[in-house]
Structure formats: structure tokens, C-alpha cells
């Protein structure tokens, strides 16, 4: 039986009610009751794993693990053997996690596939759900592992990295009763998807600021990641007047404020954050000789990103030199923007428009595993609204009317989905 009980011998719950019901449930597995951690190929990952399993099951599927520990259902066609529109998300999290990052993707995948079963409706087409087993890459530093897999782009060379405590992933893996050599089984034909579709919390708060409950995704934002060092002269803080100072801080303080208004100014959506910042020698008294900053730059154009960090790296040199201070930035992340099917994103919109709601297109400041599958499928994603724009954190809340219509929009798509000319065939 599921953590919902002898609920569905009375009366069966919404699809809202289903998925809330079980994303409460899937939460209670956590490394620590009082903060949310689900980590890749840990215990409490393969318990995960099992009632997500068993949930597939449930619901009409087909159900396995794959050889890098993603789960797997299959919902067949009106024939076996076709095709399949591929549903998912990831069920790993960060730590001190919300719960609805991931997980509603997955469930209220399952939730819909239930729904045909239960009405004993098959389609020309199979269905797919994925629970991708490790998206977050808090384990390992590697992220999309268990969708690179699917897609076939897992590099097999992080099986040597090391966890904190020193476990590598090939014995993590081991433990977890997988093999490491088979983990390219799990790597699936282009021929196979007609599409993957992802339904996900929006982890922003435009949404709720438009007063809307779901939204179509136009692009996953590419993203370009920077470490920045600038060296100046250590001093006495009461000693060297302010004219003749080299203050490394105060020169990556202009910086910072320099990338907030090139990034502000910009009128296509452009996002630059300075995450991280220190000061060496770091004491109360001495003038900063040296200072580090992270650069994160996003936008849903590769050339528009590519033009901007080069804009605010000139930018950022000029403020050294007229300083005199010394700059020094290492690019440590790039990761290509990937557009949503145009013919995908289509259906995705008439589904919302049929089910009453106002459209609203937007596109994804955060990576999602759909940046993976776009290697071997067209990609479409609903996003749903999340209070106060919250994710990654416990504050992380989905209002179950707005599950409710997650999951009325994923069903009306499955339902009336079209195979559209893939632009990887």
C-alpha cells in the first residue's frame, strides 16, 4: 500500500491532495529529522528510491533502478515497444532542504499516470517517468549525473572523485548495490523519446508576483561562473592615509557595484551575482591586501552571456587599474543556455490556456535536468508557483490548489500530445 492508506478504498484523493500527501512522505526520509538531506547513494537515497519504486508500481508502471540509480517507470502504449514522452525530475536535495524541489516533478508525473490507469486509458505512445538520482551534485561536486547518464553524456571520470569523507564514487555506488562499470546501461537511444517534459517548482517568485499558478518555460539559462582575485598593498589602518591606500576590499566593493548596475541596465534578463567574498589578512586593523570574489552570470542567450562577462571583465580591469591594483579571474563554470521546443512548449501552452489560466512564459534562471536530456530529446517545462519565490531552503512551499493545477496542465499534455519534428533526429 502507499503512505496514503486505505484513503483510495473510501474516497480517491485529488491529484493535488495525492501528490501533497506524498511529497510529505518522501520528506520524512532525511539524513536528520531536522534538516532535509537526501544525498546521492546514500540510505536514505535507496529508501527514497524504493517508495518512489513502489509508487511507479502503483500507479500501472513498470518499475526499475537503473545502473546509476535513477528510477524508472514505464507506462505502455495501446501497443508495447513504442516510443515514449519522457516525464521527470530529480529526488536528491540539498542539505537543510525545502521538499518540493525534485520531488513534485516526479510525483506528479506518477499522479497522472495513475490517472490513466485508473481510467484504463493507454495512448499511441508509452509514457516514461524519471527520478533522476542525483541533480543537486552536493556529493560529488558534479552535477546532472543521474540525466547525463540517461543521456549518455556521463563522464565516467568522476567515478574516481571523493566525497568528504573519502569515499569515492565508484565504492559509493558499490555499496549501494550498483555496478560502476555498467553505468552507461544506463544510457537511452535518441530514437526512443519523442520529448521530456519536467514540471518544477519555480524557485523564483514572478510567479506569484504575476498572481499566477503555473508558467511555460522558453529556456534554461546558460551560465558563466568566475573567481576573481585582487591584490593590493597590506597596511596599517591608522597609519596610511586614505589617499595613498591600495585597499584590495574597497576595489572589489566597486566591482561588485559596477556588476549590479551593468547587469541591471541590461533590458534582456540578464543576472549577475557576486556570491562569495574574503578578505586577507582579515583583521579588524589592517588595510585588505588581498580580496577573492565569485562572478555568476546567467542569461537564455549563449552569445548575450558571452558578450556580457566580457563587458564586465573590462569593466572590472578598469577599476583595478585606477586603483592600482592587480587583477587576476579564473572562469571555473560554463554551462550552454538550452532552449525549450518551440512545438513542446506550444502544447505545454494549451494546456494551461485550456484549464483556464492566463499564459505566461518565462525562462529558468536555475539548471534543471532537462539541460542533460536536450542531448537526446526536445524539452518542455511547466513551472509552478512556490511561495515567496523560496527554494533550497525549509521554507520551500507549494499551495496544494497550485499542485492541483501542476498536475491538471502535466495531464491535459500527456493526453493531447503530439510528436513534434525533433530537432536531435
Not at 478504498?9 to 532535509?36: D, F, M, W
Not at 500501472?60 to 516525464?87: F, K, Q
Not at 591584490?231 to 585597499?247: E, I, K, N, Q
Request: glycine share 10%.
Amino acid at each position: 500500500m502507499s503512505e496514503l492508506g486505505t484513503a483510495n478504498e473510501t474516497k480517491q484523493p485529488s491529484l493535488g491532495e495525492e501528490i501533497v500527501a506524498r511529497i510529505n512522505a518522501l520528506a520524512a526520509i532525511s539524513e536528520t529529522p531536522e534538516h532535509l538531506a537526501r544525498i546521492f547513494l546514500t540510505e536514505e537515497h535507496r529508501k527514497a528510491a524504493d517508495l518512489i519504486l513502489a509508487w511507479m508500481r502503483e500507479a500501472g508502471m513498470s518499475a526499475h533502478l537503473d545502473a546509476i540509480g535513477n528510477v524508472c517507470g514505464r507506462y505502455e502504449g495501446d501497443r508495447p515497444g513504442l516510443p515514449c514522452l519522457m516525464l521527470g525530475s530529480h529526488y536528491d536535495t540539498v542539505r537543510d532542504a525545502g521538499k518540493w524541489d525534485g520531488p513534485l516533478g516526479v510525483i506528479t508525473a506518477i499522479a497522472c499516470v495513475a490517472d490513466l490507469n485508473r481510467r484504463g486509458k493507454r495512448l499511441p505512445f508509452a509514457v516514461e517517468v524519471v527520478g533522476f538520482a542525483d541533480e543537486e551534485g552536493v556529493r560529488f561536486a558534479s552535477t546532472l549525473l543521474g540525466s547525463r547518464a540517461v543521456a549518455g553524456t556521463f563522464d565516467e571520470s568522476v567515478l574516481n572523485t571523493r566525497d568528504r569523507t573519502g569515499i569515492s564514487m565508484r565504492d559509493a555506488l558499490i555499496q549501494f548495490g550498483l555496478d560502476p562499470d555498467h553505468v552507461g546501461k544506463a544510457a537511452r537511444a535518441r530514437g526512443e523519446l519523442l520529448g521530456y517534459v519536467e514540471v518544477h517548482i519555480e524557485q523564483g517568485p514572478v510567479l506569484e508576483q504575476k498572481g499566477l499558478p503555473v508558467g511555460v518555460v522558453t529556456a534554461i539559462a546558460g551560465a558563466t561562473r568566475l573567481a576573481a582575485e585582487i591584490s593590493g598593498v597590506a597596511g596599517h589602518a591608522g597609519t596610511v592615509p586614505m589617499a595613498l591606500r591600495r585597499d584590495a576590499l574597497t576595489g572589489v566593493a566597486e566591482c561588485i557595484i559596477a556588476i549590479e548596475e551593468f547587469c541591471g541596465d541590461d533590458q534582456t534578463g540578464l543576472l549577475g551575482t557576486v556570491g562569495c567574498v574574503s578578505a586577507m589578512p582579515g583583521a579588524t586593523n589592517v588595510i585588505p591586501g588581498k580580496a577573492s570574489f565569485t562572478i555568476d552570470i546567467r542569461s537564455q542567450s549563449d552569445a548575450h552571456r558571452t558578450r556580457a562577462v566580457a563587458d564586465i571583465l573590462q569593466r572590472i580591469e578598469a577599476i583595478a587599474k585606477r586603483r592600482a591594483l592587480t587583477l587576476q579571474v579564473e572562469v571555473t563554470h560554463e554551462n550552454r543556455s538550452v532552449p525549450c521546443a518551440a512545438w513542446l512548449t506550444s502544447q505545454i501552452a494549451d494546456a494551461v490556456t485550456a484549464e483556464g489560466f492566463t499564459l505566461f512564459e518565462l525562462p529558468s534562471g536555475a539548471g534543471h535536468d532537462g539541460m542533460a536530456m536536450a542531448d537526446i530529446a526536445d524539452i518542455g517545462m511547466i513551472f509552478v508557483r512556490c511561495r515567496g519565490g523560496i527554494s533550497h531552503n525549509p521554507a520551500e512551499h507549494v499551495e496544494l490548489p497550485d499542485a492541483e493545477i501542476g498536475a491538471r496542465v502535466l495531464l491535459r499534455v500527456i493526453e493531447n500530445f503530439k510528436p513534434g519534428k525533433s530537432a536531435n533526429s
